[in-house]
């Protein structure tokens, strides 16, 4: 792969320092992949602006990336239609005035996390259904949009890379087969993990921290200041851009019930790992499982309309189009970050971000600091990248290469990379999941992650001393 040197890392520093500084992400996606293009075309103005516009193009030949982006905009019809026939008001109510499951701030963070977390099989409709569900819910109980955003990411990374049995769980056993089969760690890969995922460091104290934030009053000032305007009533500090407007107000008060959310839903979130089931997906890389996504949010949308028009005769048939398309078009602005967001990872790839900043410092390092390092080089790259997949793909290798040559402990790196890779998801400005939690608790998205800041850098300080506590002094 060609050496582009320093220029390497430019574009996507470039778009990180945009996005903290104008506070536009769409601007600052823009201009890191502009950037990125003029560096792969040895900065010909012509060719690195022609690279861009057919780089937009190119992200929809991947399968992957295009079922994802059509997903976005489908469950926003799903969203949509559960809220104007009052499904998502007939939750709020039975979860707080009927089964009181639900009566105040603490129990509202309580449920977005446990949804995060228990639909592990897929990262976005997870975030997605946890903020739906529990950001009517925060409205109500006053809990600031910027606090259940922290709450259900966190949670949702945590959990997420920790559970083997799903995507992230396949794809990291998929890296560690390869590393195995050519003899620098021995053992079947469900094993390896299963022992590499105690030593994932960051979520463990991530979950503790959110935890801490949910019984306490312990917050940091930019989250301390959210929440005390979310206590005022004022859901958004003034100009903020949320990426997804406030949902409206349900038109109808004929057939509300409850179901109305809840069939949809459960219908997509059961379709998705019989479709893994079906297809065979979900045991490669991230996009494997887009097939049984797309589906879910299909067959949601069709138990929705079998609800609506022929069961409740809440919508007319041309009613529910329309409203479905209403639906769609309020996604629109997520689906173009979603687009450049693909297009920045995709720059970076050709680029080799990963592959420059893992070969620049690794010579430096003492053995005993390694998983230290790995951790620190992952969450560098997660952050310029905003993918924790792309990362741990380049660090888990890296890592049980270095703790073969070294004589380090091969599960301790594994861990760390896996650590620094969901680290620098929840700090990087152009992090999917990122996107994904700021459209669905309908935030700011630099609010987002401005506020998460300190919680997270606080986590990654503490695990990184475990990194290093525990490779001077190791455990066994």
């Known amino acids: 792969m060609f050496d582009f040197g320093a220029w390497t890392v430019m574009p996507p520093v470039l778009t990180i320092c945009l996005a903290v500084f104008t506070r536009q992400v769409i601007f600052s996606l823009v201009?890191?992949?502009?950037?990125?293009f003029l560096v792969l075309s040895d900065f010909q103005l012509g060719a690195g602006l022609e690279s861009s516009a057919q780089g937009m193009v190119d992200v929809f030949k991947s399968e992957g990336a295009a079922k994802t982006i059509l997903f976005g905009l489908m469950v926003g019809g799903v969203i949509h239609l559960a809220r104007i026939t009052g499904g998502m008001d007939s939750l709020v109510r039975l979860l707080t005035d009927k089964a009181r499951l639900v009566?105040?701030?603490?129990?509202?963070?309580?449920?977005?996390?446990?949804?995060?977390?228990?639909?592990?099989?897929?990262s976005n409709l997870a975030l997605l259904t946890s903020g739906t569900v529990a950001g009517a819910l925060a409205s109500k109980h006053r809990v600031s949009r910027e606090q259940l955003a922290y709450v259900v990411q966190n949670t949702g990374l945590s959990v997420w890379s920790s559970v083997l049995f799903n995507g992230w769980g396949a794809a990291m056993m998929g890296v560690i087969a390869i590393q195995a089969g050519k003899g620098f760690i021995e053992g079947e890969p469900f094993a390896i993990l299963a022992h590499s995922v105690a030593y994932n460091f960051f979520a463990w104290i991530s979950l503790a921290f959110v935890l801490a934030s949910i019984f306490t009053r312990f917050s940091f000032a930019g989250m301390r200041r959210a929440n005390q305007r979310a206590a005022q009533g004022i859901e958004l500090r003034e100009g903020a851009i949320p990426?997804?407007?406030?949902?409206?107000?349900?038109?109808?008060?004929?057939g509300h019930c409850v179901n109305n959310l809840l069939l949809p839903l459960a219908a997509m979130i059961i379709s998705v790992p019989l479709g893994l089931y079906i297809t065979g997906d979900g045991v490669i890389s991230k996009g494997s499982g887009s097939t049984a996504v797309l589906w879910g949010v299909l067959i949601g949308q069709l138990v929705g309309a079998v609800q609506y028009v022929l069961i409740k005769r809440i919508l007319s048939l041309d009613e529910y189009f329309r409203e479905l398309l209403v639906g769609y078009q309020s996604m629109v602005p997520l689906a173009v970050v979603m687009t450049l967001a693909f297009l920045i990872g995709n720059v970076s790839a050709?680029?080799?971000?990963?592959?420059?900043?893992?070969?620049?410092?690794?010579?430096?390092?003492?053995?005993?600091?390694?998983?230290?390092?790995?951790?620190?080089?992952?969450?560098?790259?997660s952050l310029s990248t905003g993918t924790s997949w792309g990362t741990f793909a380049i660090m888990i290798p890296i890592g049980i290469q270095i703790a073969a040559a070294t004589g380090g402990d091969p599960y301790l790196v594994i861990g760390a990379a896996i650590s620094g890779s969901i680290f620098g998801d929840t700090i990087s400005p152009i992090s999917d999941t990122g996107i994904v939690t700021s459209?669905?608790?309908r935030n700011d998205h630099l609010d987002h992650t401005k506020t998460q800041l300190p919680y997270c850098l606080t986590a990654a300080a503490i695990a990184l001393l475990?990194?290093?506590?525990?490779?001077?002094?190791?455990i066994a």
């Open 466 to 474: 475990l990194y290093v506590a525990v490779g001077l002094f190791p």
């Open 439 to 441: 459209m669905a608790t």
């Open 31 to 36: 201009a890191g992949i502009v950037a990125g």
């Open 243 to 254: 990426l997804m407007a406030d949902l409206p107000e349900c038109q109808s008060q004929r």
């Open 350 to 381: 050709e680029l080799n971000v990963g592959g420059y900043l893992a070969e620049h410092v690794n010579a430096y390092v003492p053995g005993s600091l390694s998983a230290a390092f790995v951790f620190i080089v992952a969450g560098i790259i």
């Open 103 to 122: 009566n105040g701030p603490i129990s509202t963070q309580l449920l977005g996390a446990a949804i995060a977390g228990l639909i592990f099989i897929e």
